[in-house]
Structures are given as structure tokens and as C-alpha cells.
């Protein structure tokens, strides 16, 4: 084989892979809008099939079921939450952990994504790799550095956790109700957990 047909070869393998990319995409937007406008109960292959103008075999080639869609869903979703708070102006470990807990209010994907369902081992080991990375960035400010790794992981793991709660009161709205906002009690809890 020729120099100039590999470089052919792998011009149109490129393209190739640059098209399923585009269509992964196009499939997730859909998914997007369908579980905004519908809710998880709505969001079927055949909807984001609708959705996408395509037919539902041709999303199946793409995602082998709604678990597939919904994890891939969420890790973009982590993904983007934790670039929003890296680029938090704030240094502060309480400040920063209730911008997360806005974050995780408005976020839809995560608190969809249902544990029963099965999901792809990759799409495990990402979603699980983007976690671990959003609750180093949201403990960072803490400086747990000093800590046993043991005890900085649950300190982070435990701040985190906090965060995720907060954002699931103020979701449902009761948060409110307590008297209480996500920037006090993490404020608080910041203070408890900062190691020095």
C-alpha cells in the first residue's frame, strides 16, 4: 500500500469517526430536550429518535438503551458542572461548594439517572471518574493536603455529599422552608472541615 492511499485510508477514517461523533451529539441534544420538555418517563428511544429526525434503529446504533443515553448524559453533565465551579472567581471552600449546590439544583440529569438501570462498564468507570474529579475541585479550598489520604478523601467525600443534599432540598424546595441557604450551612460546615 501506498503512502498516498494509507493517508486516504485515514482521511476517510477520520471523517468516518468525525460523522459518529456528530450523530452522538445530535442524539444527546435530542435526549436533552425530550428530558427537559417530558422528564425521565417521557424519554424513550423512540422520542429521542423523533426528537433527532431519525428512526429508532438508527439511534440503537448509537446507544444500545435509554441507561446508555441517560449515564452519557450525566457524565457531560459532571463534566460541565465541574468546569462551572473551577472558574468560580472564589477561592473559598464554603462559597465554592454552594455555587456546586446551584449547580447540582439545576442539574437534571444526575438526579434522573436511575441505579437499577444497567449501565456499560466504560460508561461506569466515567461517570464514577468524573465524580471523584467535581469532589476534588469542590474540596480543594478545604486544604485536606495535610490530612491522612483516608480521612482528606472522606472530609471531600463528605463536603461534597452536603452539597449534593443541599441541592436536593433547595430542588424540591425545601430548603427554604428549613430558613437556612446552602452558602450558610456550607459556610459552617467549611469551617468544621477545613484540617488546620
Not at 418517563?41 to 448509537?62: D, M, N, S
Request: aromatic share 4%; proline share 3%; charged share 25%.
Amino acid at each position: 500500500m501506498s503512502h498516498a492511499e494509507l493517508t486516504n485510508d485515514a482521511r476517510k477514517e477520520a471523517r468516518r469517526e468525525a460523522a459518529h461523533a456528530h450523530k452522538r451529539n445530535e442524539i444527546l441534544s435530542a435526549a436533552r430536550k425530550v428530558l427537559a420538555r417530558e422528564g425521565v418517563k417521557g424519554l424513550t428511544i423512540r422520542a429521542v429518535a423523533a426528537e433527532a429526525g431519525y428512526v429508532a434503529g438508527a439511534v440503537y446504533f448509537y446507544f444500545d438503551s435509554k441507561a446508555a443515553i441517560m449515564s452519557e448524559l450525566a457524565i457531560q453533565e459532571l463534566s460541565s458542572l465541574t468546569k462551572q465551579i473551577k472558574t468560580e472567581p472564589s477561592k473559598d471552600a464554603a462559597e465554592r461548594a454552594a455555587a456546586a449546590a446551584s449547580a447540582f439544583a439545576a442539574a437534571h440529569t444526575l438526579f434522573e439517572l436511575d441505579s437499577e438501570d444497567e449501565i456499560e462498564p466504560g460508561n461506569d468507570r466515567a461517570l464514577t471518574g468524573r465524580l471523584i474529579g467535581l469532589f476534588q475541585t469542590l474540596s480543594e479550598p478545604l486544604e485536606l493536603s495535610d490530612l491522612p489520604p483516608k480521612q482528606a478523601h472522606a472530609r471531600a467525600l463528605g463536603f461534597s455529599a452536603a452539597a449534593i443534599g443541599l441541592a436536593t432540598l433547595a430542588r424540591s424546595g425545601r430548603l427554604d422552608k428549613l430558613g437556612v441557604t446552602a452558602a450558610d450551612a456550607l459556610k459552617e460546615l467549611a469551617r468544621c472541615l477545613k484540617a488546620h
